[in-house]
């Protein structure tokens, strides 16, 4: 609990004296005492938090979807609204887990260039080797840690393109035909959203390994 108050404070004051420079971001941080190495855990604990909340959305709007497609008699346009206020959470979802997983790799690729660079500096052999080693194991976890998690980013898109189409295609079309249109669609945009959640549970999980190799 310490240690996340303590991270938190300083990227607030991180952020408060930013002025679009990482160096000075940085710079900030690490004179409280929080190194890059913590940032991309807390940026990668970030990624995995928007991914949870996106995962639960998406399921959300696919009940919407759902239960537009079981509509006999009422107000279709109460529907609709529903509809496209859950498409629109979506869409904000799906930005913040673009935006975290960009954060994760920038402050992976800055981590590594430091630590590069850094080798240099040992005057001791062995030290050095110990340090590349390390270096070569956390590239090759965080490799894992990305690749998962860019395999479930590209899934996200697609799908908000056929919510999109459906939720257009109902605002323009509030009527019983247009309703028996977009079951025919239901089967495919489960499977799209199943496929999309079953994707982010294995960058979740490949979240959580790399959370926690890092830090012990």
Same mark, same amino acid.
């Given at each position: 609990m &310490?240690?996340?108050?303590? *991270? #938190? #404070?300083?990227?607030?004051?991180a952020l408060a004296t930013l002025s679009?420079?990482?160096? #000075?971001?940085?710079g900030t941080l690490e004179? /409280?005492? %929080?190194? &890059? @190495?913590e940032i991309l855990v807390d940026r990668v604990d970030e990624a995995l938090e928007s991914q949870e909340d996106a995962q639960e959305q /998406?399921?959300?709007?696919?009940e919407q979807f759902s239960a537009v497609t079981a509509f006999d008699g009422g107000d279709l346009e109460d529907l609709y609204?529903?509809?496209n206020d859950s498409f629109e959470r979506s869409e904000s979802r799906a930005a913040d887990v673009h935006d975290r997983v960009e954060s994760v790799r920038k402050v992976a690729g800055d981590l590594f260039e430091e630590w590069e660079d850094e080798l =240099?500096?040992?005057?001791?052999?062995? *030290? @050095?080797?110990?340090?590349e080693q390390s270096l070569r194991d956390t590239r090759r976890r965080y490799q894992r840690l990305i690749g998962a998690m860019e395999s479930a980013e590209q899934r996200i898109d697609? %799908? *908000?393109? @056929?919510? @999109?189409?459906?939720v257009l295609f109902l605002k323009h079309n509030l009527n019983a035909r247009a309703v028996a249109s977009l079951r025919t669609q239901l089967t495919?945009? =489960?499977?799209? %959203?199943?496929?999309?959640?079953?994707?982010?549970? =294995?960058?979740?999980? =490949?979240?959580?390994? /790399?959370?926690?190799?890092m830090e012990t």
């Open positions: &310490k240690r996340s108050l303590l *991270l #938190a #404070a300083a990227m607030l004051a679009a420079c990482s160096s #000075a971001y940085y004179s /409280f005492g %929080v190194h &890059k @190495r /998406f399921a959300s709007a696919l609204e529903d509809l =240099e500096q040992y005057s001791d052999a062995s *030290l @050095r080797r110990q340090s697609p %799908v *908000l393109s @056929r919510f @999109r189409d459906q495919g945009i =489960e499977s799209d %959203v199943q496929d999309l959640i079953s994707a982010m549970n =294995e960058s979740i999980s =490949e979240a959580r390994s /790399f959370i926690e190799q």
